[in-house]
């Protein structure tokens, strides 16, 4: 009797195990459906294609900076390292004529502005100083007329501290760039023509690398990545319009703001 219970208890644990083990046994590995030869042949090629394409948003092919950097807006707009590397107005000066204005001026501020602002009115002010002595004490001309040329120079140096570029932020230094741009891509010495397409596409085209180098910093900031695709969306919209109107006008755009067609035409994903 015990050797017959013996037996039906092998029986069940035999069972029992073969139950367990025979999907490990029995069960065939999944493989992975095979690739043609053309299949792969197609996907290096998609794969060097891809390679090869111009940046959508930089517009230039991978390992092609140059054409970024020889094109007219770049040699036309000023960025914030040359604008760091430029030497500070001095710090004070003894007379008018000592007093310098600073390299790039904030603010809008032109070649007529800097005249009037660093020249006439500084002159103007020791003017009506002489006037005033001569017609109070003329005996003390010379020593008025010294002190007031060294206060004004002061407030030159002062004044020339104030609007320098370099204290600029962000906005102030894309302020510039627009003003030059737009003398830039107007082509045209008395109209000031900001509406054109071309002025428009290279506006966009240095916001756009703004907002780009800034992702670069701040890599989670969805918002600045949100807008870089409106700016690429808007700037190819502009440059497709352009297009229509005129091919050459278009090409000769491209050309100037180092863009290549291929980051423009066809779908756009950023």
Request: with cysteine; charged share 30%.
């Amino acid at each position: 009797m015990f050797s017959a219970r013996l037996a039906q208890c092998s029986r069940a644990v035999a069972s029992t195990s073969s139950a367990h083990s025979a999907p490990l046994h029995t069960t065939a590995a999944l493989r992975a459906p095979r690739l043609t030869k053309a299949k792969k042949v197609a996907e290096q090629h998609a794969r060097e294609a891809a390679a090869s394409r111009p940046h959508v948003v930089l517009g230039h092919r991978p390992g092609d900076e140059a054409k970024w950097t020889n094109c007219d807006l770049a040699r036309t707009i000023v960025t914030e390292e040359a604008v760091d590397a430029l030497p500070a107005p001095p710090s004070e000066a003894r007379s008018v004529d000592d007093a310098r204005a600073p390299e790039l001026l904030n603010f809008g501020i032109g070649a007529g502005e800097q005249e009037m602002l660093f020249q006439v009115l500084p002159n103007l002010t020791i003017e009506g100083v002489i006037d005033e002595v001569v017609k109070q004490n003329p005996t003390m001309l010379a020593r008025e007329e010294r002190r007031a040329d060294a206060l004004e120079a002061q407030k030159t140096v002062q004044f020339a501290r104030l609007v320098d570029l370099r204290n600029a932020n962000a906005s102030g230094i894309l302020f510039e760039n627009k003003q030059r741009i737009v003398a830039a891509f107007s082509e045209s010495d008395t109209v000031v023509d900001t509406g054109r397409p071309e002025v428009q596409a290279a506006i966009l085209t240095v916001r756009i690398r703004n907002v780009w180098d800034h992702l670069n910093r701040q890599k989670k900031d969805v918002i600045s990545r949100q807008r870089l695709r409106e700016l690429v969306h808007k700037r190819a919209k502009i440059l497709k319009y352009l297009k229509r109107v005129s091919i050459d006008r278009y090409e000769r755009c491209l050309e100037r703001i180092g863009v290549e067609p291929e980051s423009v035409e066809g779908e756009l994903v950023v």
